[in-house]
């Protein structure tokens, strides 16, 4: 009896030892696989999402050059406005800009300047108002005003615009024939004054056929999207107006 005992006891640990083994082997091959996952799933996806925007762009030769485009909201300002000018013309950027009727009109040579520089100017209203439920035709009154002081300067019709704080209503783009251009990368450059800091933001996010969301109104903000064009335009990036991003 004694054998027998002493030899199921043998059998027993040595079953145990087994069970832990493959327990364990399996625990190591299910992290193994979800680190495995993780990323892949992620770079999968990633690579789904720039399909669709080469086929958004129409662009899927990979010899053509990459489309990216600058936006800057809410000036002109007197003089951070200038500069920016000066470091786009330099490196040959065109870029867009929505303006509000306000700025434009203390300051009809600057948006006269963007125009003779090619760049593109759109509606961001006269006063910076927020579209809501109870004021739609004060906003309304504000993108046709708008529009009226950008052509009385530009001689030239305003197509686009893009609603502070990105909301909208689509009627006002049969109503008015305009079009809203809202943004995919959003470096909250207005809440830092670190330029370095905005423009890594961009430069680490940016991907083909993006719509990068500036404002013109804070020098950290103007020295941060030249600092992005200089990183991109290394790394073989060509800055578009929106129209090309939107439409070619
Ligand atoms: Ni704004």
């Given amino acids: 009896m004694k054998r027998l005992a002493a030899a199921i006891l043998i059998f027993d640990v040595v079953m145990g ?9 399996k625990q190591v091959g299910n ?8 990323p892949g799933t992620q770079g999968a996806q990633t690579a789904v999402s720039k399909d669709i925007r080469q086929a958004d762009g129409g662009n899927v030769d990979s010899t053509e050059e990459k489309k990216i485009a600058l936006t800057f909201d809410d000036g002109p300002h007197p003089s951070y406005t200038e500069q920016l000018l000066d470091g786009l013309k330099e490196r040959g950027v065109h870029a867009t800009f929505f303006v509000t009727g306000e700025h434009a009109k203390l300051h009809p040579d600057i948006i006269k300047r963007m125009q ?11 006063s910076h ?12 009154e504000e993108l046709i005003l708008t529009n009226k002081v950008i052509t009385e300067i530009t001689g030239e019709e305003v ?18 024939n305009m079009f809203p251009v809202l943004w995919t990368i959003d470096p909250l450059d207005w ?10 933001k961009v430069v680490e996010k940016a991907q083909e056929n993006d719509i990068i969301l500036m404002h013109d109104y804070y020098e950290s903000s103007v020295e941060a999207a030249l600092e992005v064009v200089d990183e991109l335009q290394a790394k ?7 129209e090309e991003i939107l439409f070619d």
């Fill in 17 to 25: 030892l087994l069970i832990l083994c493959v327990y364990e082997n």
């Fill in 31 to 38: 992290w193994v696989n979800e680190e495995q996952n993780g």
């Fill in 116 to 126: 003779e520089e090619g760049h593109l100017i759109g509606n961001h209203t006269y």
């Fill in 129 to 140: 108002i927020q579209l809501r439920k109870n004021n739609r035709d004060q906003f309304r």
């Fill in 159 to 176: 197509q686009y615009v893009r609603p502070p704080y990105g909301t909208w209503d689509k009627k006002f783009e049969t109503e008015l």
């Fill in 191 to 200: 809440c830092s004054s670190n330029a370095d800091c905005i423009a890594g």
């Fill in 236 to 242: 073989g990036y060509t800055f578009v107006t929106v």
